[in-house]
């Protein structure tokens, strides 16, 4: 969102981006901050799979017999799947916006942004859902460690995801208004950077908590 | 319209940017020389506060049984003390020199992100503001600056001790992680044409390398703070060892990835600072540039296998142990690289022994004991004689003070004319360097002697049979000995800014690209984006400097690693090392202040103030609504920041 440097608008250098790699420094922070946000993700699934099979009391998150007593699992994996689904299509869609941004498309621009944030928000909807349900099934951030560490990873990546949804709409309404040029393509690819990371890191954290028991 | 003032025309550039003045101009700033000094003056003022916690501490051990200060004073000076120092001094005041001296070392006009930038700063003075505003409530952090879980959950550390722990260092964490990125994307991106990654100043590649580590480092420690503060505030089970079967260790392992890497982010930068005063003051060009550099890219990686040797004490396992050991061992290969190249550097050089270069050479002596006794606490039997004991307080004293501290004051004496464009006071700088070395020798050697002897460390006191209390006596006296030192150069600092001598451009004659434009520099730093055609810059055309070195000559042109006068290497990687940068210039353009920063800082402050005051008792009752408050007010200068016109 920040530089002083490149494609800052000015009508002596247009294209050019005068930088020391060629690559446009906005770009360059988002990879870096990407690389970051890996420690942050990474920390939290270490501590999930160190803690994975450790509760000592229910809820657990998969069917399990102790000690001769059966307990149900809680996660609701055909759920999760559809709205891990509609959560990789939205990758789609926000490949196709950028390329209607790119030929400055205004109105298929704004359509496919928008797209992208319906994706996401429909994510979210199941997310939403999925914990209240959790919620009134006893798996609470106190239950126990499955609880904690279950919401902590998952909440963190539903939170970027809504960053990733208002950042979209912001972007949506300023391409509705026309301020979307293809000069400005650089700023719909970084968003893009950002909703494609956001889905790598759940296809990561999918397999780990839903389908590996 | 700034691309009317072109290069051809000098005075009209002058003009149109003159320095700013007033305090609205410093809240607003985005330059990188001004937010390098805000960055420097704060962290000295900490280290001040740090100090006289020290002190405190010192008072409190110089008797048996004695009763200056309470224990639970005591853990609070002892947390307060590590935390400050080494979030509110010893990184910050690196930070201030990665500020001030990364973008004219690389030939730029200012940071890639110039107001990420001074948003880093204000949550650095807000972050250490929060975490000191414990002592008001008699609540400062009191479990160490380690912090372990299970011991500091809610159940066995009660009030908001560690609560202003948790917060504070997120805080702080951010603005670490912010300023990086900025460094980061600096150093790569915006330097001058025919400056390859190779003709970096060793001080701006050790920067990157610092900055590598905490924007991957600082991220772990985040997730483990976040992962205690949900324990603390929101009961969940991270570190609940005993209700919900927690790994007692998850803390240690998460904290000390952090951890370790965090010791080398204090260091190399100073190693960088001190491979820049070394060949200024020996009149030759750094021994051996291209080993120093991988050296400290392969101290980093290193860095990150090493963490758990801080845990030899908890029963890890004799396989565990044994790889720890030697990943340990393994990194005195290239620390024993650099100090080698540092005497290198010196050998054969017409030495000047300038305050600058007396503390560079007294920061390898000392960083060599401090070195020492970390390689003794690698061996993993060894250590679990030393762990929690003196000797530990010893070695890190060593490395922090005798390798950080007195490496940072010569990055001072050596940059101050750069700064402020007058010299400091070389007489009371050798007071100060003097003063300095004899009081840390006298306040941390003994510590090795009373740690063999069996004291613990971070005890409140101890009995006067027990054969402690002549050495503690030493340390006492050592320490004013450090506190009367650093006043001299609190005083120097202070004195030379108004009454100093006038430096000029060059005063030592050094090598790099900041000496090639005035002291201070202007508010564009380089009239004319330099076109860099060697490793030492201002000293191309000197041959007695330039050349005649008797090991390890680079030959600027070719790249080319000779030894002994046999090409040994060959240096140069065009698809790698390719600057794109152009070389005519397009005018210079510098980004308006802006407040947004310091808004933005606010908001991000603001939601830490409400979440640990929201359900305390007494005058600071229920301030829940400030959480709100920072949500909305850090979304809403999210956008304008966005928007910000001129940006």
Not at chain 1, 32 to 60: D, N, Q, V
Not at chain 1, 107 to 133: D, R
Not at chain 2, 335 to 353: P, Q
Not at chain 2, 467 to 494: D, H, K, R
């Amino acid at each position: 969102m920040d530089s002083s440097h490149a494609l800052d608008g000015h009508a002596a250098h247009p294209a050019h981006i005068d930088t020391s790699t060629g690559l446009d420094s906005r770009k360059m922070a988002f990879w870096t901050f990407i690389g970051s946000e890996c420690l942050l993700f990474g920390s939290l699934i270490a501590t999930y799979m160190a803690y994975k099979g450790r509760s000592i009391k229910p809820p657990y998150p998969h069917d399990v017999t102790i000690n001769g007593v059966h307990y149900e699992g809680k996660l609701n994996i055909p759920l999760t799947s559809v709205s891990t689904f509609i959560l990789l299509m939205s990758s789609v869609c926000m490949v196709i916006a950028l390329y209607y941004v790119q030929r400055g498309m205004r109105n298929k621009s704004t359509l496919w942004l928008l797209m992208t944030a319906l994706g996401g928000s429909i994510f979210l909807g199941c997310q939403v859902f999925e914990f209240t349900h959790f919620y009134h099934e006893g798996v609470t951030l106190q239950s126990n460690l499955f609880g904690s560490t279950f919401y902590l990873l998952t909440g963190f990546h539903g939170a970027h995801v809504t960053v990733g949804v208002i950042y979209l709409i912001t972007l949506a309404m300023m391409s509705h208004r026309g301020r979307l040029g293809p000069e400005r393509a650089l700023n719909v690819e970084i968003a893009g950077l950002y909703w494609h990371f956001v889905d790598v890191i759940w296809i990561v954290i999918f397999p780990l908590i839903y389908l590996i028991r | 319209m700034a691309s009317t003032a072109t290069v051809a025309a000098p005075r009209p550039v002058a003009a149109h940017h003159a320095e700013p003045t007033g305090l609205w101009s410093w809240i607003t700033t985005v330059d990188h020389k001004r937010i390098g000094i805000m960055y420097g003056v704060t962290a000295f003022l900490w280290f001040l506060v740090a100090g006289i916690e020290a002190l405190m501490i010192r008072v409190q051990l110089f008797v048996p049984n004695n009763h200056f200060v309470s224990a639970e004073t005591y853990n609070s000076l002892f947390t307060m003390h590590a935390l400050t120092m080494i979030f509110g001094a010893l990184m910050p005041l690196t930070a201030a020199f990665f500020n001030f001296v990364v973008p004219l070392q690389v030939g730029a006009r200012d940071v890639a992100f110039p107001r990420l930038n001074a948003l880093s700063y204000w949550l650095f003075l807000f972050g250490g503001l929060f975490l000191n505003v414990g002592w008001l409530f008699k609540a400062a952090p009191d479990s160490g600056w380690f912090a372990y879980a299970p011991i500091t959950i809610k159940a066995w550390s009660p009030g908001l001790h560690m609560d202003f722990y948790v917060l504070g260092l997120q805080v702080l964490g951010l603005s670490s992680i912010i300023a990086s990125l900025n460094f980061i994307i600096t150093i790569v991106n915006l330097r001058a044409p025919g400056m390859r990654l190779m003709r970096l100043p060793i001080f701006t590649w050790m920067t990157l390398i610092t900055s590598v580590l905490i924007v991957t480092a600082m991220a772990v420690f985040t997730i483990a703070v976040t992962e205690l503060m949900f324990d603390r505030m929101f009961g969940t089970n991270f570190f609940n060892t005993v209700d919900a079967g927690a790994d007692p260790l998850l803390w240690q392992h998460l904290f000390w990835m952090f951890g370790h890497p965090e010791v080398y982010i204090l260091i190399i930068p100073i190693m960088g600072m001190v491979s820049e005063v070394l060949p200024t003051f020996s009149r030759k060009p750094l021994f051996g540039y291209n080993v120093m550099v991988f050296s400290g890219v392969l101290i980093g990686w290193l860095g990150w296998g090493v963490w758990s040797h801080h845990m030899f004490a908890t029963g890890m396992g004799p396989i565990a142990d044994s790889f720890f050991s030697l990943s340990t061992m393994l990194i005195a290969i290239p620390t024993g690289i650099k100090i080698f190249n540092w005497l290198g550097t010196i050998y054969g050089g017409s030495v000047r022994f300038t305050t600058a270069m007396l503390f560079s050479v007294g920061f390898i002596a000392m960083f060599t004991i401090g070195g020492i006794s970390g390689v003794m606490h690698s061996s993993a039997p060894t250590d679990l004689q030393q762990t929690d004991t003196y000797f530990v307080v010893a070695h890190i004293h060593y490395v922090f003070f005798g390798g950080t501290v007195l490496g940072l004051w010569s990055g001072i004496y050596y940059w101050y004319p750069k700064i402020f464009g007058r010299l400091m006071d070389e007489r009371l700088g050798k007071i100060h360097f003097w003063g300095t070395m004899v009081g840390m020798n006298l306040t941390f050697f003994p510590m090795h002697f009373v740690g063999m002897f069996g004291m613990p460390r971070r005890t409140w006191t101890y009995g006067p049979e027990q054969g402690f209390t002549i050495w503690n006596q030493v340390e006492t006296v050592g320490s004013f000995i450090i506190a009367l030192s650093t006043l001299v150069f609190a005083i120097n600092l202070f004195t030379a800014w108004k009454r100093g001598r006038i430096a000029g451009p060059n005063p030592w004659g050094a090598a790099t690209l900041e000496w090639s434009i005035p002291s201070p520099p202007p508010v564009y730093n380089f009239r004319e984006i330099p076109q860099v055609h060697s490793r030492m810059p201002l000293w191309e055309d000197d041959a007695s400097k330039a050349g005649g070195i008797p090991h390890g000559k680079v030959d600027e042109e070719t790249e080319q690693v000779t030894l002994g006068g046999a090409a040994i290497a060959e240096m140069r990687d065009p698809a790698h090392d390719e600057n794109k940068m152009s070389a005519h210039d397009l005018g210079i353009h510098l980004p308006p202040p802006s407040f947004w920063p310091l808004v933005l800082a606010l908001g991000i402050t603001s939601i830490f103030v409400g979440l640990i005051f929201r359900q305390v008792g007494g005058a600071m009752h229920n301030l829940w609504y400030l959480m709100f408050a920072g949500v909305a007010t850090t979304i809403l200068a999210i956008y304008a920041w966005a928007f910000e016109p001129g940006h």
